[in-house]
């Protein structure tokens, strides 16, 4: 008979796990690398637990196979919530595996417990069910809705020996509502100026999504998380969706609004306009939407469920006349024509230097809004963003897991200052690894987003600005390629150079204040 280390590699084999980060505790941990290793899952070891689960996180939305993150009980297990309270909020398929539990008081507090509220489920792996219990948690982290599963084992357990796994059988296939079907197929063919709200979901159905919009001739607006589901070529694209104020009066617009893979924890809180045309909501899974109305809500797989609504024609309300305006409502928000070099003129740089193919990272802060606001991506995962959680410290991890996943993707990170020196130490990590990711720090020394709202409450600045740091210098200690820039033209050159590197990008933020105040009044 084999451990159960060993049985537990081979599940995680058999659900397509490429890779497992994390920080390994001293006990089942080694025993899980080291089974791993043999099953040819390798083992990348990280700086922090929660950069890990970050990268184990955003790994299993990229490939729809699970993510994996190992680390050790007590503090490695507290560490790692981060990663998971994203991965639950924004659907990301993967597994956490921690150490224990501890065998006496020491480093010993109820790590599932702590879990509990932010996975799809929890348990103490034993040899005799372990690998069915694991196999299972693992199909649940790639059904709809997706997310993470926490377990832990002690190191006694790992080593003993342990039932062999069976291969789990395939999922059924969910049942289609055939009168929604009826009812949406009529609204959708029946309407003149449909809006597709295209959210997270989406990204694993780009062509499906494109060709109805096509079909519909819908306008479309795409979360951030979807930014690229359908490009800025698309005749019907208007822009980026995030459920601001400024965003509101296109809904109005229309007089359907169909919501195409669309999660409502992508949306910041609102009000949805009294005005609002009827929404009809296509999703894998239904989740509760407080803020939007929806007449009709369809579950299904989203290609079934786009294949079967889809009109026989495309509506004709929609014109260069009415579509424009919007586009330029949006435009107007996401421009600036401030003075000084703002993070909207990086951006301008950013796309005019490089392949729109690049998949581009970003972290939460006021940078996100130019980033996403304008960078002009063309393919589903084009843009990585916490946009559930919003957490910060998000950007750099994220296009680690991006490089090992797709090597062949150029990837770019853009962080505030604020959210990279909260993951510097992976630049560790990216270096060992060899890894061809350009890092932007928007650094303009302050907490921008956090600053701005300050001031808008007239409240004394406090706490969110601090002298600047050398980020440049801090990537050269790691081994990077950086440099320092304060203008387009530097900014320019610095993208020239081949290979890994961090430009440090010296901003100004005034203009911050007016850009949240276009987007979100
Ligand atoms: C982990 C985490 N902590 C705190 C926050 C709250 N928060 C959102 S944006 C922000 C400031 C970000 O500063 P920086 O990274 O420098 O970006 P900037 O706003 O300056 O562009 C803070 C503190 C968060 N989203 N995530
Ligand atoms: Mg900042």
């Not at 999504?209 to 607006?221: E, P």
């Not at 990279?420 to 303009?444: F, G, P, Q, R």
Request: proline share 7%; with cysteine.
């Amino acid at each position: 008979m084999t451990t159960m280390a060993d049985e537990i590699a081979k599940v995680l084999l058999a659900h397509g796990v490429s890779r497992i980060f994390g920080i390994p505790g001293g006990g089942s941990s080694l025993d899980l690398i080291d089974a791993a290793d043999r099953a040819g899952i390798p083992f990348i070891v990280t700086r922090t637990e929660a950069a890990a689960t970050i990268m184990a996180a955003v790994t299993g939305e990229l490939s729809g196979k699970p993510g994996a993150v190992l680390v050790g009980v007590g503090p490695g297990a507290s560490s790692a919530t981060n990663g998971l309270a994203y991965a639950s909020l924004e659907r990301s398929p993967m597994a956490l595996f921690i150490d224990g539990p501890a065998a006496s008081l020491h480093q010993h507090f109820d790590q599932q417990a702590m879990y509990r509220p932010i996975t799809l489920g929890t348990a103490q792996l034993i040899p005799e069910t372990g690998a069915a219990t694991l196999s299972a948690l693992l199909s649940k982290t790639t059904s709809a809705p997706e997310g993470p599963i926490m377990v832990e084992m002690t190191a006694g357990d790992a080593a003993l020996p342990a039932t062999p796994f069976m291969a789990p059988s395939d999922p059924p296939v969910p049942f289609l509502d055939a009168a929604a079907i009826d009812a949406a197929r009529t609204a959708i063919g029946t309407c003149r100026r449909p809006l597709m709200i295209v959210g997270l979901e989406a990204r694993a159905h780009g062509d499906a999504v494109r060709a109805f919009a096509d079909q519909t001739g819908a306008a479309v607006m795409t979360t951030y998380k979807a930014g690229g589901v359908v490009d800025r070529g698309h005749p019907g694209f208007i822009g980026p969706i995030t459920g601001a104020a400024g965003e509101m009066t296109i809904i109005e617009q229309a007089d359907l609004v169909i919501g195409v893979g669309f999660d409502p924890i992508e949306f910041i809180p609102g009000v949805w306009p009294d005005s609002a045309p009827a929404v009809v909501m296509l999703n894998e899974a239904v989740r509760a939407n407080p803020r939007v109305p929806v007449m009709l809500p369809l579950t299904g797989s989203l290609d079934v469920l786009l294949d079967a609504v889809a009109p026989e024609q495309a509506c004709n309300g929609w014109e260069p006349h009415t579509l424009d305006p919007l586009k330029e409502r949006i435009h107007t928000i996401y421009h600036d024509d401030s003075a000084g070099f703002s993070c909207a003129d990086a951006v301008d740089v950013l796309i005019q230097n490089l392949d729109h193919d690049t998949r581009v990272t970003v972290d939460a802060g006021a940078h996100m809004f130019a980033t996403i606001g304008k960078w002009p991506a063309r393919q589903p995962f084009g843009i990585l963003k916490s946009n559930g959680l919003s957490t910060m410290g998000y950007a750099v991890p994220a296009a680690i897991a991006s490089a090992l996943e797709h090597p062949g993707i150029s990837v770019l990170a853009v962080t505030g200052d604020g959210g990279m020196s909260m993951c510097i130490a992976e630049l560790a990590t990216a270096k060992e690894l060899d890894l061809d990711i350009t890092i932007c720090v928007i650094n303009d020394s302050a907490l921008s987003l956090i600053d701005v709202k300050q001031q808008r409450q007239q409240r004394p600045s406090r706490g969110v600005r601090y002298p600047a740091h050398d980020y440049a210098a801090i990537a050269k200690a790691y081994g990077w390629n950086a440099s320092t820039v304060s203008s387009p033209e530097d900014l320019k050159s610095a993208l020239q150079a081949a290979g890994p590197k961090l430009i440090d990008i010296r901003i100004d933020p005034a203009s911050y204040g007016e850009d949240l105040e276009r987007l979100r009044g």
